[in-house]
């Protein structure tokens, strides 16, 4: 094939073929990405990123393992509450829980995070009950917890406009000075899938983020699919080095490894709060299931991609590291399996007994304040509601 632009300055390197793109786009994660954990749960040395986890030791790694476990569970809870009826729809996050726990993990209890509506186990970190996100999916609420006190905001539905919302603050943490000093920096975290980068306003974000330094990182969750589009419909080159053309630093880990994204997102949180924001992170990892119960995925994609990222898969890599490597013994395993039939119990309990709400409650928690143009509405739909009696 020939090379279009090759006789161009800039261009000295002959294009790549389609096929080399794609080839590319899709190369094994080992050799691209920042891996402390194989997928045979063997740890990695890496002189680089190894003292960004150097206090991880067998209790901590316990403890991701456990919230892995757990949010996996709940997942798989909230998704056969739907499938009987009690949800109208769930987005599942199987296959994405080490690239969420090590992000989450991360945080620091005055970062801020804006989430799409993918992340169960990010707003797990940030201290939100599980429970707290049957609301959304019953479609009840848009979410109860207090976004500052968490530090966690509510779940973006519109693909990629959270990339603003981040920013936005992001530059505000700058403004008001809360940037600059290791111990007490702030920083702000965005999440987004490999689909939304294909959104002007994660563009816009990025743009904004890097003229104004805000401390933002972008974090992207490339489970290689956005509903039926793969891919190699967004990109034409790599997600993470779409950062180079923003004048950031862009960089990919096993999003798979919940140690390596532990330790990129701690760096990338640290240049934030430094003052070397923003950075984008890709955590290259694989939606194990549909992109949300209302999909069904074998309609476009085949099976055996699946069955090749099971074997990548992120609870199994670290069980298999605390049995053989740090020799864990059964009886924690046995007692996570009863902490997550208990979580799943307490879960769909819950679910069964929410109360159904009014039609006043759309009107409720609009404005912090109370406003009299919202109290006026809410009489006349009530109003026009009671003339059906
Ligand atoms: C602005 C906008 N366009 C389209 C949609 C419909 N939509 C919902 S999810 C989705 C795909 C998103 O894919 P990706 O960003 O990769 O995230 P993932 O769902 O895989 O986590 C689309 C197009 C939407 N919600 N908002």
Not at 123 to 133: K, M, V, Y
């Amino acid at each position: 094939m020939s090379a279009p632009h090759s006789g161009f300055p800039g261009f000295a390197e002959p294009d790549p073929t389609p096929q080399q793109v794609i080839a590319g786009l899709r190369a094994t994660v080992e050799g691209d990405a920042v891996q402390l954990l194989t997928p045979e749960g063997e740890r990695v040395a890496d002189p680089h990123w190894d003292p960004l986890v150097a206090d991880v030791d067998t209790d901590a790694l316990k403890s991701l393992y456990r919230d892995m476990v757990l949010v996996r569970r709940a997942d798989r809870e909230a998704n056969a509450l739907q499938r009987q009826g009690q949800l109208g729809i769930w987005v599942p996050l199987l296959g994405q829980e080490a690239a969420q726990i090590g992000a989450g993990r991360a945080l620091r209890p005055t970062d801020m995070a804006f989430p799409s509506y993918r992340e169960h186990g990010v707003a797990w970190c940030r201290g939100i009950d599980p429970t707290e996100l049957l609301g959304i999916f019953r479609g009840t609420d848009h979410g109860s917890w207090d976004p500052i006190a968490t530090g966690f905001h509510l779940y973006t539905i519109v693909i990629g406009n959270q990339c603003l919302n981040a920013t936005g603050y992001a530059m505000g943490q700058r403004f008001d000075g809360k940037v600059g000093d290791r111990a007490t920096g702030e920083s702000t975290i965005c999440f987004f899938g490999d689909g939304a980068t294909s959104q002007g306003d994660v563009h816009e974000g990025f743009v904004w983020s890097a003229v104004y330094d805000a401390p933002v990182v972008f974090f992207c969750q490339n489970n290689q699919w956005a509903i039926s589009e793969p891919l190699e419909r967004q990109t034409r080159v790599p997600l993470y080095q779409r950062a180079r053309g923003y004048g950031f630093p862009g960089i990919r880990v096993d999003g798979n490894d919940v140690l390596a994204t532990l330790a990129v997102t701690r760096w990338a949180l640290e240049e934030c709060r430094t003052g070397n924001g923003p950075v984008l992170v890709e955590a290259f990892t694989y939606r194990m299931d549909a992109h949300t119960t209302s999909d069904d995925p074998t309609r476009y994609r085949l099976a055996d991609e699946l069955e090749l990222w099971k074997l990548k898969d992120p609870i199994e890599r670290l069980r298999v590291h605390l049995v053989r490597a740090l020799g864990v013994a059964p009886a924690y395993f046995d007692g996570l399996e009863a902490e997550s039939d208990a979580l799943a119990v307490r879960l769909r309990e819950f679910c069964a007994a929410m109360p159904q709400p009014g039609p006043e409650r759309i009107f409720s928690e609009v404005y912090a304040e109370p406003s009299a143009l919202v109290e006026a509405q809410r009489a006349e739909y009530l109003a026009y509601q009671a003339s059906f009696e």
